[in-house]
Structure formats: C-alpha cells, structure tokens
C-alpha cells in the first residue's frame, strides 16, 4: 500500500482478555516503530524493530506487551490479559533506514479502548 | 532513560505573529532532530529535521540546533489559523535506534 495501515482502526476489548493489533507497514521500509498515545500526551516508545528483531524493546512497560515481525514486513502488537490503564491509540510509524533524517512515516493508529 | 522535553502550552499567538516552540533532551549523543505537527485526532506528520547546529529554514518554518545546550526550537513566522495543533519535538541518537517524542506543545493562533 501507499502508506502505513494499521487494523483494527478500533478496538473495544474487555479487561482481562488477549488483544493483537496489527502494522502494515510502507513496502521497503525496514525500521518499525510502536508506539502508544494517551489523550493530551505524545506518543510513549514501545518497541522498535529493525527488520525481524527487535532492536530497542525497552519501551514495553511489562511482560504483557509483546510484539513480532517474523518477516520484516507486518508487525503485530499483541496485549494480554488488557487492563483499563491500557486504553490509548496506539500507533505504528515506519522508515527507510538511510541515515540523519529519515522521516518515519505513521500510520492512522488503532484506538484500544479496555472496558 | 532518554528524555524529551516540552512545554506543554497552549501557546497563543495572534494571526501573523511568530510562534517559537522549544525543546530540551537529555542524550547528548543524539544526532538527529525533527519537529512533527498533529492536528486533534490525526497522526503526527513530519514538518523539519535538523541534525547540524545552527538555523535550517523551510517556507514559513526555521527549526534552530544547539547541541551544546542540548536545546532545538521551531519558529514558525506568519502564523494562520490552521497552523493551530500539537507540534512534537522528537530526537533520534543515531541511525538504527528509537526516535523519541516529547510530550507536544499545543499551538491555538487565533483570527
């Protein structure tokens, strides 16, 4: 696609239960960002992956956050057992790796909302 | 723990005034720095980056490097209405690692 997709553009989960959000990102890009926005916030650094690792993960608040790129293509963000504190949008970017100023490139987000 | 920090605002201006945002960072080794605009309930979308000390200049928008004091700041001359979002300050060590966002500086220009 043109630009970077994120499915679902909505997500209402109820607490407890197990959540995927998934990133298709721009075709060619290699870096994948993740990250999560709260209302009046900017966006929290999750993970970051460069192709198929992770290459800075340290922005996963806790062991129930967890997210792949098995191919360096598509990544999925993947919640278990959601709390209310993780309602946010949470939105994917994606870059070229070509040095000083690549811009990364975001997508629409998805906007968890745990009830 | 690598910090990005912003003045959370709002900022008004007038229509036709200069607004100046700023932004301070912790990780004296970063390297590269951009300025992103979000309008209420969009995605960010890239407006500069700098990565030289000094001024670089863009139709109406200069972002401003100081690595030394660790400081980079947006001017943005002939403010319009539509001009009116949050503008986020974030700042990469180098190439291959996270780009980091501070928290945005609300920008309200009024007619």
């Known amino acids: 696609g043109a630009g970077v997709s994120q499915t679902p553009s909505n997500k209402v989960t109820e607490k407890g239960k197990y959540v995927e959000l998934r990133c298709d990102p721009i075709?060619?890009?290699?870096?994948l960002y993740w990250y999560r926005q709260s209302l009046g916030q900017g966006p929290e650094f999750l993970i970051y992956?460069?192709?198929?690792?992770?290459?800075?993960d340290s922005g996963l608040p806790n062991d129930r956050f967890f997210a792949v790129r098995p191919e360096g293509s598509v990544s999925t963000l993947k919640i278990q057992r959601t709390e209310r504190g993780d309602s946010a949008v949470y939105l994917c970017?994606?870059?070229?790796?070509?040095?000083?100023?690549?811009?990364?490139?975001f997508g629409q987000g998805t906007r968890l909302t745990v009830v | 723990q690598k910090e990005v920090e912003q003045n959370s605002g709002p900022l008004s201006v007038p229509e036709g005034a200069i607004a100046s945002l700023n932004c301070t960072y912790s990780?004296?080794?970063?390297?590269?720095f951009f300025w992103y605009r979000q309008y209420s309930g969009k995605s960010p979308e890239l407006i500069m980056f700098?990565?030289?000390?000094g001024d670089k200049e863009d139709g109406r928008f200069t972002a401003q490097l100081n690595k030394a004091s660790q400081y980079v700041s947006l001017l943005i001359r002939d403010s319009q209405p539509s001009d009116s979002a949050t503008y986020l300050c974030?700042?990469?060590?180098?190439?291959?690692?996270?780009?980091?966002f501070g928290k945005g500086t609300t920008l309200s220009v009024s007619s």
């Open positions: 970017a994606s870059s070229s790796q070509g040095g000083q100023g690549t811009e990364a490139f």
């Open positions: 075709s060619g890009h290699t870096a």
């Open positions: 992956f460069q192709g198929t690792g992770a290459a800075d």
């Open positions: 990780d004296r080794g970063s390297q590269s």
């Open positions: 700098i990565y030289s000390n």
């Open positions: 974030a700042v990469k060590e180098r190439a291959g690692t996270a780009l980091i």
